[in-house]
């Protein structure tokens, strides 16, 4: 028996679905591209600084009586800085820090925010970073002393348990996550991933089989 051949609705929509998957494409490369002129502006920026990320957390701990959470450079058009936030009972307090000078530049302090958590697991997380064992400014040390240039750095929850996440440049310019356990700073095999591949992964890998499976439509 004769095989029909397909309806003219059938192509167009196949010819419509390869269109949306190579534009799908193009965003993904574009935003690729944008992001990775981000990383280079950021590490250019964090390169001619005289202070690191890890003395900054230590002008922020000397200044103020709580536990760091979280460390970042920052940069606008007209300034660079370093934001530290420091935990303070309920309430959380955001230090920028000069990164020539060592200066506290400014600070501002904010009820802790929520993530969508139950109180009791913000109370449990808020003990458990209290208590952590491996701080933000022993991981940050540690990634700088291997001639790492640390963007970032704060508590996460991995697989439950708590963490540290670094973002870290290296010595090529290359940005990669890493993950460290907070009771013994033992690095978490699975999240040492460069962003450039898991972006690729995430982004080229599945082009690839939308772009497979179109192939196939178009050939029946």
Do not use: C
């Not at 944008?34 to 950021?42: H, V, Y």
């Not at 920052?74 to 309920?90: C, I, L, P, R």
């Not at 697991?121 to 991981?139: M, V």
């Not at 996440?165 to 991933?193: H, N, P, Y």
């Amino acid at each position: 028996m004769k095989t029909q051949s397909k309806s003219r609705f059938s192509r167009l929509m196949a010819v419509t679905l390869a269109g949306t998957v190579a534009f799908s494409g193009l965003g993904a490369m574009f935003a690729n591209a944008a992001s990775e002129r981000k990383d280079e502006t950021q590490i250019q920026a964090l390169s001619s600084t005289k202070l690191t990320l890890s003395d900054a957390i230590r002008t922020v701990e000397s200044a103020g009586q709580g536990v760091v959470t979280g460390a970042e450079f920052d940069m606008n058009k007209d300034s660079t800085w370093y934001e530290v936030t420091m935990q303070k009972g309920s309430s959380e307090v955001d230090y920028r820090v000069n990164p020539m000078t060592g200066a506290i530049i400014d600070s501002s302090s904010d009820a802790e925010e929520s993530d969508g958590d139950s109180d009791a697991d913000e109370a449990k997380e808020s003990s458990e970073i209290q208590t952590a064992k491996f701080s933000i400014l022993q991981a940050v040390s540690q990634a700088e002393a291997k001639g790492g240039k640390v963007l970032g750095a704060e508590f996460e929850k991995e697989d439950g348990a708590l963490a540290i996440q670094l973002e870290v440049a290296d010595a090529a310019g290359a940005v990669s996550e890493r993950m460290f356990t907070a009771d013994t700073g033992t690095a978490i095999k699975g999240d040492q991933d460069h962003s450039q591949d898991k972006d690729d992964e995430e982004h080229g890998g599945s082009e690839e089989s939308h772009e497979n499976e179109q192939r196939d439509e178009m050939d029946e």
